[in-house]
């Protein structure tokens, strides 16, 4: 996917599942966009997220 991080063994973009959670989907609305995924998954992604942020390793986006 580009060097775009996604969840392990799938080609799903950790940044969908941020959004989603962002978009106040619960797991379980998660889980059923993505049957391929576990709890656990949405979970990692969000460590991954708030890492990234601590981390300062995310592009900014200049506002429009």
């Known amino acids: 996917m580009a060097g775009v991080p996604c969840i392990r063994g799938t080609r799903i973009p950790v940044a969908s599942i941020v959004a989603m959670v962002a978009e106040r989907m619960t797991a379980e609305q998660v889980l059923a966009e993505y049957p391929q995924l576990t709890?656990?998954?949405?979970?990692?992604?969000?460590?991954?997220?708030?890492?990234?942020?601590?981390?300062?390793?995310?592009?900014?986006?200049?506002?429009?």
């Open 39 to 64: 709890a656990d998954d949405i979970e990692e992604a969000l460590r991954y997220a708030a890492a990234a942020v601590d981390q300062g390793t995310l592009p900014l986006l200049e506002p429009a």
